[in-house]
């Protein structure tokens, strides 16, 4: 049973243009949520999260928005450049000291 | 400043065998924690360590196992290895006195089981 979900595989945007990637759940447990980006033979790297007590964070070019009630929530990068082209990871969690729950990913193009 | 680091980056193992993965923490960290991610899938947590004792652990097996030292660095080993273990093994460290749900990540250890 897949606690955290990104439906779509892959996303290609134009250069400039703005990203939208998103992440539903289905633990209302869920209290803390971050978003991870993953370049090939590396590792996850934090790139932005937001408390349950929230429903926006950002930070520079990137903001993640939180709906509770549908247990959703995306990652907007404006303006999208081929830099930010990675697989881009949802994460849930409870704050505190609990593990995280990926998401599949999502493997975002930014075309040039 | 290090930050997570892991050990060896590629490894081919055979079916049967045994395996020992290793990581140092971020500086100031006290907690490890180890994901295995699989082709297509996303990180999938296997166990934790604090204070050298494993404190949470995933729906793994027991022939996954691990071992935390006094100085916080940390192995998991995996034993009668099968070709479904074959996956990235990352490594995530961060400070529990914090609580910091931030984790930082090694940039793991690839394990192919022929």
């Known amino acids: 049973d897949q606690q955290v979900k990104q439906n779509s595989p892959s996303l290609s945007v134009q250069e400039g243009r703005i990203s939208i990637l998103n992440c539903d759940y289905t633990?209302?447990?869920?209290?803390?949520f971050l978003w991870y980006k993953k370049y090939p033979a590396e590792g996850p790297t934090f790139l932005i999260s937001?408390?349950?007590?929230?429903d926006k964070n950002e930070d520079g070019r990137f903001t993640v928005f939180l709906n509770k009630s549908a247990k959703h929530l995306s990652l907007h990068i404006v303006p999208s450049q081929p830099g930010d082209s990675a697989v881009y990871f949802c994460?849930?969690?409870?704050?505190?000291?609990?593990?995280?729950?990926f998401g599949k990913g999502t493997r975002l193009s930014v075309i040039a | 400043d290090a930050g997570v680091t892991q050990s060896p980056t590629h490894l081919i193992k055979t079916r049967g065998q045994q395996v020992t993965l290793r990581c140092s923490p971020k500086s100031g960290h006290d907690t490890v924690s180890w994901y295995q991610q699989a082709l297509g899938q996303g990180p999938q947590f296997i166990f934790q360590?604090?204070?050298?004792?494993?404190?949470q652990r995933g729906n793994f097996p027991d022939r996954f196992s691990g071992h935390q030292f006094p100085n916080y660095s940390s192995e998991l080993n995996v034993n009668a290895l099968l070709l479904g273990d074959s996956a990235l093994y990352l490594c995530a460290s961060y400070d529990r006195v914090g609580l910091n749900t931030e984790a930082f990540f090694g940039q793991g250890t690839r394990l192919t089981v022929v």
């Open positions: 360590y604090y204070e050298e004792e494993e404190r």
């Open positions: 994460a849930a969690t409870r704050w505190g000291n609990t593990p995280l729950v």
């Open positions: 937001i408390s349950s007590i929230k």
């Open positions: 633990n209302s447990m869920f209290d803390y």
